[in-house]
């Protein structure tokens, strides 16, 4: 994640111009962990930049993402959520409430694929399905006491 110097650095050199919409769009992504939709973040940013529009929003995002300024989430989600933590995280997503959870875990980081396949990895990201705390407590009161029993070695986990 950078700062916002480091922000219009990044920007210059890939050849962006560097906007005051945009820096409060990057600002508010970056600022959260709920990967938001361009939506959300548009109604943030119009409290300071009353004029800005949603399609300015939208493709402000979608530039930044094509240049790996963020990143954008979008399996299982009808529309795109962005990311603006590129540092390399998987995430719990959430398939009742479809809240995105980071996991920041090196033992996630290494993952090889059997060499057979030929395939040069550039990168990866794992998405763990399920049901965040809320929701698993909503299905079954009871959750958390089962899963404890079996999943005592389970060394990381959301929130
Ligand atoms: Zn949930
Ligand atoms: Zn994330």
């Not at 529009?53 to 962005?82: C, F, G, M, N, Q």
Request: glycine fraction near 4%.
């Amino acid at each position: 994640m950078l700062n916002v110097q480091e922000f219009i650095d990044a920007c210059r050199e890939c050849g962006l111009n560097v906007t005051y919409q945009r820096i409060l769009i990057y600002k508010s992504l970056v600022k959260t962990k709920t990967h938001p939709t361009a939506e959300e973040i548009y109604h943030e940013v119009k409290a300071e930049y009353p004029s800005i529009s949603l399609a300015t929003v939208y493709k402000t995002l979608e530039t930044l993402a094509e240049h790996d300024l963020i990143s954008k989430v979008t399996p299982l989600h009808d529309l795109a959520r962005y990311d603006g933590d590129t540092e390399q995280h998987h995430h719990l997503v959430c398939l009742k409430c479809r809240k995105i959870i980071d996991i920041h875990e090196e033992a996630l980081n290494n993952l090889k694929v059997p060499k057979e396949t030929g395939f040069k990895i550039e990168g990866y990201r794992i998405q763990f399905e399920g049901l965040c705390r809320q929701c698993a407590l909503e299905d079954d009161p009871n959750w958390e006491e089962t899963s404890a029993k079996s999943n005592e070695d389970t060394t990381f986990c959301g929130k």
